[in-house]
């Protein structure tokens, strides 16, 4: 069986060019940290990557802070602040703050305190994206960074996250961006590297795989490479439209990312369809992949206002560059006669 991939939100496969920059990294010897040749040739592949990374995020002049993660990330910007947020966040934000920021029907958030707020640009599970305010503490960026034109020097937000593996580079390294001045408190603490705000040796050869990465997918936005799968998202929600004329594409009023697509048809159990599509030969998901399999109606869908049954009964298809025309609609024709199957038995 030929498996098709439709969970990229959850995780990107590995760039060519990622893959290459670590297989270059592997064979360099030294410890970052130390001040011999080797050292500084370690050294040299960290400070490339932290400029590549900056450049995508339109960060120049800020300080980018390599991590193991978004989730340490999210610790090092949020631990002690006693900021706000909203029940869409990602439970590695979720575990800092206060959820108590209203969502509204279209899982767009008001936030009344910037500075003592975070918010995230897009949601992992519905693909809507938010306005960020003026002065805003934090914003998770994981999943717009790469299929947004993100621009962190304009955005602002004092301080955001990113993680390698959603844009194509290894699993196992992030990174936290804020703007020069900004306090914080280093969580792990030892050596003093990353300019003391997280000790340890740095993951060179990850940070090599990541700002590879980040100028990989720059490129891919600067080329229009997102425009041609927004257009395969529509053909997909167009065709499963005509087919489940009870089905809700949540957000679809509301701006989204342009790979996303959270479909909820009421009753039908977002784990049954993920079952049913993977004995098929497709991969997607019932949520977010950090909250996957906890057999729990998803928090994002029951803050913008759907019950229990509603909230258990959505499926999340993400694209990415590599899916083709025909990837959507095999996976349209094999959805479609699993929801006939589903009207027939509810009938």
């Known amino acids: 069986m030929n498996r098709v991939y439709l969970d990229w939100n959850a995780t990107a496969p590995l760039r060519p060019e990622a893959r290459a920059a670590m297989g270059a990294a592997m064979d360099v010897l030294g410890n ?23 450049a995508a995020f339109g960060a120049e002049g800020a ?16 631990a002690g602040r006693g900021l706000r947020g909203a029940l869409i966040e990602h439970d590695a934000v979720r575990a800092w703050v206060s959820g108590d920021l209203a969502v509204d029907a279209q899982g767009r958030v008001t936030v009344t305190d910037p500075a003592g707020s975070v918010l995230q640009l897009a949601n ?39 993680s390698a593996h959603k844009i194509g580079g290894p699993k196992g390294v992030g990174a936290l961006i804020l703007r020069r001045g900004t306090d914080l408190a280093a969580q792990i603490r030892g050596g003093g590297q990353e300019m003391g705000r997280r000790a340890g040796t ?6 090599a795989g990541f700002g590879a990465a980040a100028k990989s997918a720059a490129r891919d936005l600067s080329e229009g490479v997102w ?7 529509d053909r997909l929600e167009g ?47 019932a949520g977010s992949a950090c909250s996957s399999g906890k057999l729990r109606a998803s928090p994002v869908l029951r803050a913008m206002g759907f019950d229990e049954i509603a909230a258990a009964s959505a499926i999340r298809v993400s694209l990415g560059p590599q899916t083709t025309q025909d990837n959507i609609d095999a996976f349209a024709r094999a959805w479609t006669a699993q929801h006939a199957k589903f009207r027939a038995r509810a009938a």
């Open 32 to 54: 970052p940290s130390s001040v011999h040749a080797e050292g500084r040739a370690a050294r040299a592949i960290i400070e490339r990557a932290r400029g590549q990374v900056a």
């Open 63 to 78: 300080d980018v802070v390599f991590t193991s993660g978004a989730t340490e990330a999210a610790a090092l910007a949020l």
């Open 124 to 162: 992992s599970e519905t693909g809507v994206v938010q306005d960020l305010p003026e002065g805003l503490a934090v914003s998770d960026m994981v999943q717009g960074f790469g299929k947004l034109p993100v621009a962190f020097n304009w955005s602002g937000a004092r301080m955001a996250l990113a």
């Open 202 to 207: 740095e993951n060179v050869i990850g940070i």
């Open 227 to 233: 425009e041609r799968v927004a257009a395969l998202r």
């Open 239 to 285: 065709t499963i439209a005509d087919a489940g004329k009870d089905t809700i594409f949540i957000g679809k009023d509301a701006p989204r990312l342009p790979n996303t697509s959270c479909i909820l048809t009421p009753g039908w159990k977002g784990e049954t369809q993920v079952m049913q599509m993977d004995l098929a030969g497709f991969a997607i998901s």
